[in-house]
Structure formats: C-alpha cells, structure tokens
C-alpha cells in the first residue's frame, strides 16, 4: 500500500513539474510575440502616418520624444487611462499619462511639456491598438489666472447646498469652475469684490432646467457681517462642460470661455 501511495505522489509530483514547465514555455512564449510584435510597429512606424494637433503637418515618429509650450486644462484620472488636456493654438489635445505630479497644475498654467506617439490598448471586446500622444514630462513655466488667484485668495470658498451626497470628485470639478470663473470674469462687480484678499467668498449649488435643457446652477456670494449677496449666477451643462454667465436684465445664458 506504500509502495502504491509513492508512486501516485511521484506521478502527481512529476505531472506538477510538466505543468508549471509548460506554463513557463507559454508565457515566456506570449512575452516573445509581445516584444515582437512592439518591435515591428516600432520598426515600420514610418509608415504609420501619425498625427497630432500639437504638430499640425508634422509626420511624427513612434517614441520620439517632442517638446512644446502649452496651457494646461483639466485633469481626468476616472477612465482606464489618466487623461491630461492642454490647449494650443485654440486646439485642445488630451494626453494619456501616467505621471504622478499630473494634478498638480491649475488651469490657464502655461507648461512645458515633453512628449512622444506611443501604443495604447483600448478596453473593450478584443483590445485595440492605437496610437496616441503619452506625457513624458510636464513643467510649469507661469502662473495662470487660477494660481494667480489662489495666490491672492488662500482661504477656500465655501459652497451650500440643499443636498448632501455629492461626491468628493464632483465637489472638486464643481469648486474648479467656480474659481476659474472668478479667475477670469469681466464682470465689474466680481472683479470689484475680488480685489478684497480677504472677502468671504461662496456658492450655492443645485439643479435646474431650463428649456427643457437640464443645468446646475450655481450662485456666487460675497458674504458680509451675516448677509449674503449674489453677485453672479452661472449656468453649468455638465453634459459638454459648457459654462454660462445668466445676464438677469434679458434672461439670457452667455457662454463664458
């Protein structure tokens, strides 16, 4: 009966062996055709006409590392790829990055940044290769409007609202409009209120349709000895990221760029 139990052990312990050797072929198999395949597209990039607002009649090359002077925009780390929008020359283009700092920019910043065409998979039934701008590196090289603000503006601008469960990241993008607007309003009335370091700035926030349009809306305060007093209305869709200044006297929205 011993002799029957070692020699099922040794069979269990040789096939184990046989195993693990053959899922060791197969993955160093799958790396191989990984770095074969990546070779190749590397090696015929030149045939691959790659393109990219940033180099606007420009033939790019895969990998090769560019240089240029943007302004920054937004910062979108929910999808699969951590997303980094600049604009130039009235252009917006998003870059795939995986860079910690990436956060750390306000917008209207103007950047130096390093970039290159790299290969990304997209998600989904059967993974897509495409090519697309990756962030190498990013720089600040001047203040925008925002930082300029947050400089002069330290105290944080407190927000009401009759709800109550809105997310950290949204209170975050809320918050972000909000300043950029101040930031960057004509309106001589902010401007006015603004020039006050120490004013008591907040907003209220909530959610209102307009021609069968739906908007958040959110009512800037300048809050003095316990009184609040609106000083600008903004109209948010959400939907495109469209910012409005609402004009009281002919009820109207004024898109605000």
């Known amino acids: 009966m011993k002799q029957l139990y070692c020699v099922a052990l040794l069979a269990v312990l040789f096939s184990c062996k046989d195993n693990k050797e053959t899922t060791a072929e197969n993955l160093n198999k799958n790396i191989e055709q990984d770095t074969t395949a990546a070779k190749n597209v590397t090696d015929n990039s030149s045939d691959l006409n790659l393109k990219s607002n940033l180099r606007t009649g420009e033939k790019l090359q895969l990998e090769q590392v560019y240089d240029d002077t943007v302004e920054?925009?937004?910062f979108d780390g929910n999808?699969?790829?951590a997303l980094f929008t600049v604009q130039k020359d009235k252009k917006l283009i998003s870059f795939y990055t995986d860079l910690a700092d990436a956060k750390a920019f306000k917008r209207g910043d103007l950047l130096d940044v390093s970039w290159?065409?790299?290969t990304i998979y997209e998600a989904g039934e059967g993974e897509k290769l495409e090519f697309a701008e990756?962030?190498?590196?990013?720089?600040?090289?001047?203040?925008g409007n925002v930082s300029l603000f947050r400089k002069k503006h330290p105290k944080p601008i407190k927000y009401y609202s009759e709800k109550s469960d809105f997310t950290a990241d949204f209170k975050d993008h809320i918050y972000?409009?909000?300043?950029y607007y101040l930031a960057n309003s004509k309106n001589e009335l902010v401007k006015s209120t603004i020039k006050d370091s120490n004013a008591?700035?907040?907003y209220s926030i909530e959610e209102k349709d307009r021609e069968n349009h739906s908007y958040i809306v959110l009512g800037i305060s300048n809050d003095f000895e316990h009184h609040t007093n609106i000083i600008q209305w903004l109209y948010l869709d959400d939907a495109i990221g469209k910012l409005y200044e609402y004009d009281l006297p002919t009820d109207k929205l004024i898109p605000f760029d």
């Not at 990756?134 to 090289?141: C, P, Q, Y």
């Not at 972000?176 to 300043?179: D, I, P, S």
């Open 72 to 74: 920054f925009v937004n």
């Open 79 to 81: 999808g699969d790829y």
């Open 116 to 118: 290159k065409m790299d």
């Open 134 to 143: 990756w962030l190498v590196n990013a720089k600040k090289i001047k203040d």
């Open 176 to 179: 972000e409009q909000v300043e």
């Open 200 to 202: 008591d700035l907040s």
